[in-house]
């Protein structure tokens, strides 16, 4: 299964043309697609009007929805940032160490372009949909 980030869902709604969003257009009806609660929460904060906002949700509901937080991914998310940290890299945003781990945790595949990822696939076994690497 493969869990869609909010960078990709942000692009994808917004009608970008990212090689994350060619692949995610390819993935719709041929692979099984999740969406996490705080990903929904972050592509839903950004939408500007209520018909909007409603066209958005009813896009998202329709696939797998995956509770990403929890007391135990929450400590496995701060081991990781740690780990990360003791590398010398610093992960910007909470929210994307929680995602990382759930992905880790459960083994899927994220489908993402935000570069905090990036050192969870590299050092940590994040497996990736699409990589520049």
Not at 33 to 41: R, Y
Not at 59 to 74: K, P, S, V
Not at 88 to 100: H, Q
């Amino acid at each position: 299964m493969i869990l869609v980030d909010s960078s990709v869902w942000i692009d994808y709604f917004r009608g970008a043309e990212t090689p994350q969003v060619e692949l995610l257009d390819g993935m719709f009806g041929r692979t099984r697609l999740a969406v996490g609660d705080l990903i929904v929460a972050e592509v839903l904060q950004g939408v500007k009007d209520d018909r909007q906002f409603n066209l958005v949700r009813r896009t998202l509901d329709a696939f797998a929805q995956i509770d990403i937080g929890g007391h135990e991914i929450a400590v496995k998310a701060a081991k990781n940032f740690r780990a990360l940290r003791s590398r010398g890299i610093t992960v910007r945003k909470t929210i994307d160490s929680l995602i990382a781990t759930r992905c880790i945790e459960d083994g899927l595949t994220l489908l993402h372009s935000d570069r905090d990822f990036v050192p969870f696939h590299t050092y940590l076994g994040l497996h990736v949909a699409y990589s520049e690497t």
